[in-house]
Nanobody, 123 residues
Framework: EVQLVESGGGLVQAGGSLRLSCAASGFTFDDYAIGWFRQAPGKEREGVSCISINDGSTYYADSVKGRFTISSDRARNTVYLQMNSLKPEDTAVYYC????????????????WGQGTQVTVSS
């Protein structure tokens, strides 16, 4: 079965860093795009970043551009989100999602989602 498992969340002070991981299984990793979303209580889900495993193309939301970096390790079927210069506004549950293209992932059409990992940034 298709599985996406997030890890790496936690509590960090403003200005600090975290690295999130999304471990994938049950599908052909190289054929897919994997993205990160976040949702805070009472707020809309926001697409944060996405990467096409096959061609390496990436997307970043304006709110994280220059601070976050998405990458993939094809040998481990894992996508990472390196988060630097964290702000309290980054506090949310972070989810990863998979579909065939960056566009379809960011459009919310993914059929596979992880369970989420909590990121809390204190001020």
């Amino acid at each position: 079965e298709v599985q996406l498992v997030e890890s790496g969340g936690g509590l960090v002070q403003a200005g600090g860093s975290l690295r999130l991981s999304c471990a994938a299984s049950g599908f052909t990793f190289d054929d897919y795009a994997i993205g990160w979303f976040r949702q805070a209580p009472g707020k809309e889900r926001e697409g944060v970043s996405c990467i096409s495993i096959n061609d390496g193309s990436t997307y970043y939301a304006d709110s994280v551009k220059g601070r976050f970096t998405i990458s993939s390790d094809r040998a481990r079927n894992t996508v990472y989100l390196q988060m630097n210069s964290l702000k309290p506004e980054d506090t949310a549950v972070y989810y990863c999602a998979a579909d065939l293209t960056v566009g379809s992932v960011l459009g919310g059409w993914s059929t596979s989602w992880g369970q989420g990992t909590q990121v809390t940034v204190s001020s």
